[in-house]
């Protein structure tokens, strides 16, 4: 006697290659440290995918001015902090973050994917941060330019 078929459902095999992107923590002259807020409601940093014949560094760039409208200069290109998720299309992601300085007291956001943009004292940004990995991206950040503001005044 035959058996019937069963079929099994295929399940989505753990994906090996991640998706690079680049982003950009930026601060202004107050220190304060910019965010947006997501049409989900999550408080991020901004953040892209690198266009061909782009660096990571230039793709951050306009990344932040594409989503914010901040015009922004990077001091030290050398400090760059690799971030590793999944989003929410089960797409790992590779995400290269460069520190960023600003002119720039308020954003203009120039994408319907962000409902709300500020520049935030640092502590209040780690509160305001939807994601720990962004929290601790910022406590890395912040401790770099505490160690390169200690260098530079000794």
Not at 45 to 69: C, I, N, T, W
Not at 95 to 106: C, G, L, N, R
Not at 128 to 147: C, N, T
Request: hydrophobic share 35%.
């Amino acid at each position: 006697m035959k058996r019937p078929m069963t079929h099994k459902r295929r399940q989505k095999r753990p994906q090996t290659e991640r998706i690079g992107g680049a982003g950009g923590v930026v601060f202004n002259r107050d220190d304060d440290v910019l965010l947006l807020k997501h049409l989900s409601g999550d408080w991020v940093f901004p953040k892209g995918h690198v266009d061909p014949g782009e660096s990571d560094l230039e793709a951050a760039q306009r990344e932040v001015e594409e989503e914010a409208g901040v015009r922004t200069w990077c001091e030290d290109d050398g400090f760059v902090v690799k971030t590793h998720y999944v989003n929410d299309r089960q797409v790992a992601r590779e995400i290269d973050w460069f520190v960023f300085e600003t002119e720039a007291t308020e954003p203009e956001l120039r994408e319907a994917l962000f409902t709300e943009g500020a520049f935030l004292p640092p502590e209040r940004a780690l509160d305001r941060l939807s994601h720990p990995q962004d929290r601790d991206l910022l406590r890395r950040v912040l401790a770099w330019r505490r160690r390169k503001d200690g260098e530079d005044v000794g």
